[in-house]
């Protein structure tokens, strides 16, 4: 494992890579052990880049974390470990699927964003025919067309005592679905999920809705009437209640599984006027302050829940994970050193900040530059909370638990491959990626070409080494078709051939 403290982190701007860490014993776990069942938050952001932050995840401070202004997060990071290499998929429902069923967007086939039952947001291509994907998302129900059938992480955890919440955006499953409402997922409060990936509107005044737009209502948050007409921007209300609902948890002495997933800062980019000035008296345009104004709010609600969780006495007894779902979009600055953006199977489009603390566990300003993927939170998650069993009924568990980086008592296995897998068309070509130690392969389905980059010496994937390295591209495409075989992958269908996408390989 990589990990090394946060000042020598910084300190270090010339470094290659993080220095390994030391290996810890088993014994060293258990007396590192919390001694009672401890609280989970997962603090999920939306559209949230890896350098969105004045918390670096690079090896020196880029021009964005100058620019934005996330102190909660500097705090949270140092106090536990950052993840210098988090994956996401690079669009929202699949990573949001694979988080809570532990299986990659392969093998559950939820590969791109759903909203409305049994219609993809895809657009006709002329050259394709694209699969017959989960549209409708995942179900904890057999039989739901269009569906990947599981059994999703917050059933676990409430059968092992968990008071499970959910707040804020769901995304799992298509409107008129099982899965569009959190309860039937297992979550015993749902605030504010439903089968919408992006909220009307941030503002109070327009009730969160998109109709003062004149859009579609469909996008409209549910369940905060309570804050209509008032200057109460979403991102504050959504963390009032998430307060709330786990202050009754703790007076019941009960413990909880918060999924604090914020709509913030998808689209549509509404300033926070709590923090917009500030970035207007700074000289940036209005679009980029309302950006940076959104990101301090978020930043804002994660030290208001943290201030809640030492009011309440369990600061101590409380795991909290922050991730984002996949990198910054399109429309926003772009997160330099990284190549791309949100949906795009570049650095930019899938790596994200992620920062864990794990009380009495992990070791406070630590940097963890393995690679982990957002299967893998299935059963950390379900490991730290004492939960024997993480077995899906959906198919075969692709993630790995991090818990052992956390402790330092075991590094993942070595050449791990990770893989991403988009066979649409939605604003990008199809492709499928595979990335294992230094080296990353991209596939694209459409004209059957490979990218090769060395992401440790070219993080921003400016030079393809594929024809230099034909041995390391084999290798690899056979690797990568491989894993795609065993998980059941769909490829699009070739219009002109009528056969579907040659496999890589």
């Known amino acids: 494992m990589s990990v090394t403290s946060r000042r020598e982190f910084m300190n270090d ?103 409305r039952k049994n219609i993809s947001p895809d657009p006709e291509s002329s050259d394709l025919i694209l699969p017959a994907w989960n549209v409708n998302g995942l179900s904890p129900i057999p039989g739901i067309e269009r569906t990947v059938y599981v059994k999703p992480l917050p059933m676990f955890l409430r059968e092992a ?87 009754d948890a703790v007076a019941q002495k009960t413990p909880f599984f918060l999924y604090m997933s914020h709509y913030a800062v998808h689209a549509p980019w509404e300033k926070d006027d709590r923090f917009y000035s500030k970035y207007m008296d700074a000289k940036l345009k209005d679009s980029d302050a309302t950006y940076a104004s959104m990101i301090e709010g978020m930043d804002k609600s994660l030290g208001d829940i943290r201030a809640n969780l030492k009011r309440l006495g369990v600061e101590d007894n409380t795991i909290i994970i922050f991730m984002s779902d996949n990198g910054a979009a399109k429309q926003v600055p772009l997160n330099l050193p990284l190549r791309g953006h949100k949906l795009t199977p570049y650095e930019g489009g899938i790596r994200v900040p992620m920062i864990v603390k794990w009380p009495g566990v992990t070791k406070p300003s630590s940097v963890c530059n393995e690679a982990v993927i957002i299967e893998d939170f299935f059963p950390s998650i379900l490991e730290m909370a004492n939960v024997q069993t ?100 769909q490829m699009p269908v070739l219009k002109k051939s009528g056969l579907p996408v040659p496999l890589p390989g």
């Not at 258990?30 to 995840?57: A, C, H, K, Y």
């Open 13 to 115: 701007l010339g470094a290659a890579s993080i220095a390994f860490c030391l290996t810890r014993s088993t014994s060293a776990f258990s007396q590192n052990t919390p001694p009672t069942r401890p609280n989970i938050v997962v603090f999920l952001v939306d559209d949230m880049g890896w350098e969105d932050t004045s918390e670096p995840f690079y090896k020196k401070v880029t021009g964005l974390n100058r620019r934005y202004h996330t102190p909660n997060m500097e705090a949270l990071a140092g106090e536990g470990v950052k993840f210098t290499q988090a994956y996401a998929s690079a669009l929202c429902s699949p990573t949001r699927v694979s988080l809570i069923t532990g299986l990659n967007a392969a093998r559950h086939r939820v590969t791109n964003w759903t909203l």
């Open 161 to 247: 005592g968990y008071r499970t919440i959910h707040v804020g955006k769901a995304h799992w499953g298509a409107e008129g679905t099982p899965g569009a409402d959190p309860k039937n997922l297992g979550f015993d409060i749902n605030i504010a999920g439903h089968a919408a990936g992006g909220p009307g509107s941030y503002h109070g005044q327009h009730n969160y809705s998109a109709v003062w737009r004149n859009g579609d209502r469909i996008w409209d948050v549910p369940g905060l009437e309570a804050y209509h007409g008032t200057d109460t921007y979403l991102t504050e209300a959504l963390t009032r209640e998430a307060n709330n609902a786990f202050d």
């Open 390 to 489: 993480c077995e899906q009924i959906g198919g075969k568990v692709d993630g790995i638990s991090f818990a052992p980086l956390l402790r330092e008592d075991a590094a993942p296995p070595k050449n791990r491959s990770l893989v991403w897998h988009y066979p649409h068309c939605y604003d990008q070509p199809p492709y499928s990626v595979i990335r294992q130690g230094d080296w990353k392969l991209i596939y694209f389905h459409l004209d059957q070409r490979y990218e090769l980059y060395n992401i440790q010496e070219d993080i921003e994937e400016k030079t393809d080494l594929h024809e230099k390295n034909p041995d390391i591209t084999r290798r690899l495409a056979d690797e990568l078709r491989r894993i795609l075989v065993e998980r059941g992958a």
